[in-house]
């Protein structure tokens, strides 16, 4: 059976992304917490060749492997890499971009009331933020075992990994209440739920089911636990019994023109 909801792909995804900032031609851009640099490509189209794109990070080796991808933008001025903290004051002039994205990063700033506040002083009057994020303690699973399910996807999004300050497997739904508490407030709200049934090698279900799997001792289960319940999940799979479901919250604010 075919699904109606996209899966997730990073093509379409993050080419997604960058349309929901609504870029003006030749306008100026901020990927904030760009990773690695996978939103940049659509950034750059849509702004245009006098466009201006900002990556910040603070990931040194993310920036330098964006670098080598990008040698001709960086070289005429069209890109910018900059290895930035992300906190409650970002090292940019007022009014600066007429876009912002922020995807999957709001979860690892410990005040996000006040970023959110400094991401609006540095969009320009009219100009939009897009903040995002997947909500991984959302995920919907079919499985014979629904309690080790739900104890491993608890698992998983109640994990803070090594390279975050912090973080909350429930961002996603709590978005629109954090973005409409601030000086963004004017904004819709979209949750989108890409759907995958057929747990290919690459696919982001995987990728999701092997992270749960190899923090499985973190929820009491054991490994050999946790990989037979992947692999019984892989036999529904082969029996077109699989089904996954990621939540994707969205928030696209624009402020008041002048
Ligand atoms: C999950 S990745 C998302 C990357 C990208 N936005 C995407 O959607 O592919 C989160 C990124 O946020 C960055 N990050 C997290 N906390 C940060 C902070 N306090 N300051 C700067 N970067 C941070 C990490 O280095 C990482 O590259």
Redesign the pocket.
């Known amino acids: 059976m075919r699904s109606l909801n996209p899966e997730w792909s990073p093509d379409s995804f993050?080419a997604r992304?960058a349309a929901l900032a609504e870029i003006p031609a030749n306008g100026k851009v901020l990927?904030l917490?760009?990773?690695?640099g996978?939103?940049l490509p659509y950034l750059l189209a849509a702004s245009g060749p006098s466009g201006e794109v900002v990556g910040?990070?603070?990931?040194q080796r993310?920036l330098d492997a964006i670098r080598s991808g990008f040698p001709e933008e960086i070289a005429n001025g069209r890109l910018t890499l900059t290895n930035?903290?992300?906190?409650d004051t970002l090292p940019f002039l007022a009014e600066r971009f007429d876009s912002i994205v922020?995807?999957?990063?709001i979860e690892?700033?410990p005040d996000k009331g006040a970023l959110l506040t400094d991401i609006a002083r540095i969009l320009k009057p009219g100009g939009v933020a897009v903040i995002g994020h997947h909500d991984f303690d959302g995920v919907l699973l079919a499985s014979d075992d629904r309690d080790l399910t739900r104890r491993l996807v608890h698992g998983y999004a109640d994990h803070t990994q090594e390279?975050?300050?912090v973080s909350d497997g429930q961002m996603g739904r709590q978005l629109p209440g954090l973005v409409g508490a601030s000086p963004l407030s004017t904004a819709v709200t979209e949750t989108v739920l890409f759907v995958d049934r057929t747990l290919s090698r690459n696919s982001y279900a995987r990728q999701h089911l092997e992270g749960m799997v190899s923090l499985a001792r973190e929820s009491g289960v054991t490994d050999d636990e946790a990989g037979a319940w992947l692999a019984r999940l892989e036999a529904r799979a082969e029996a077109g019994q699989f089904y996954y479901a990621l939540p994707w919250v969205y928030v696209v604010s624009r402020l008041p023109s002048p």
């Open positions: 993050h992304v990927d917490g760009c990773g690695k996978l939103t910040a990070d603070r990931d993310s930035v903290r992300i906190d922020c995807q999957n990063v690892c700033i390279w975050q300050e």
